[in-house]
């Protein structure tokens, strides 16, 4: 049993760090010498590399960050067997990524808005709902043009596809806390798109 409670508590801290791996601010970094922090919104995330690297560096770093959110839960669905049924292991790194990306230990707990991470979580807890997250986010960024819009419905969504999916009862809780908190994580922008001031897609 202390042997599992090691293993689980060594994949939330590998989680974690993974999450925190910067792709966003390291690519910004080595192509211009700037920090992302220090432009536009502040994010490390995909969208503010946009604004410094084109589209090109955009769909780079959402890729990324999306891999470097599903590659700790598919190890942690792989390896740890602690509370299989409720789909315990995986959920915990999922958790432990998204906020990994958004307060990186690596840039003094700041970070992005773990929305390509939190997609790259849910494709590894189940696919067919990933990819559902992933094609509502584009169409409603390509109708609406704003990329806040997309995500926090795409993310809201999450929890209701994940339990239609018949998924295990932690991927649900997990979909709901995770969209939480990334919705939280948006509060300035839904700030602005109530201002009527909020940055499109162009």
Known sequence: ?????????????????????????????????????????????????????????FFIVMILDAFKGALPVILAKIFIHVGTSLGLAPVLASIAVIIGHSKSIFLQFKGGKSVASGVGTILALNC??????????????????YVSVGSIIAL??????????????????????????????????IQRLIQGCENKVR
């Open 128 to 145: 067919v709902v990933g990819i559902y997250i992933a094609l509502i986010w584009g169409a409603i960024t390509f109708f609406t043009r």
């Open 156 to 189: 809201a969504l999450s929890p209701f596809l994940m339990y239609h999916a018949g998924a295990p009862i932690g991927f649900v809780v997990y979909c709901a806390i995770g969209a939480i908190y990334i919705i939280y994580l948006h509060r300035s922008n």
């Open 1 to 57: 049993m202390i042997i599992k409670i090691l293993a689980l508590l060594f994949t939330i801290a590998a989680a974690y760090l993974i999450g925190s791996i910067p792709t966003g601010y390291l690519i910004v970094k080595a192509k211009t010498g700037q920090d992302i922090r220090t432009i536009g919104s502040g994010s490390t995330g995909a969208t503010n590399v946009k604004r410094v690297l084109g589209k090109k560096w």
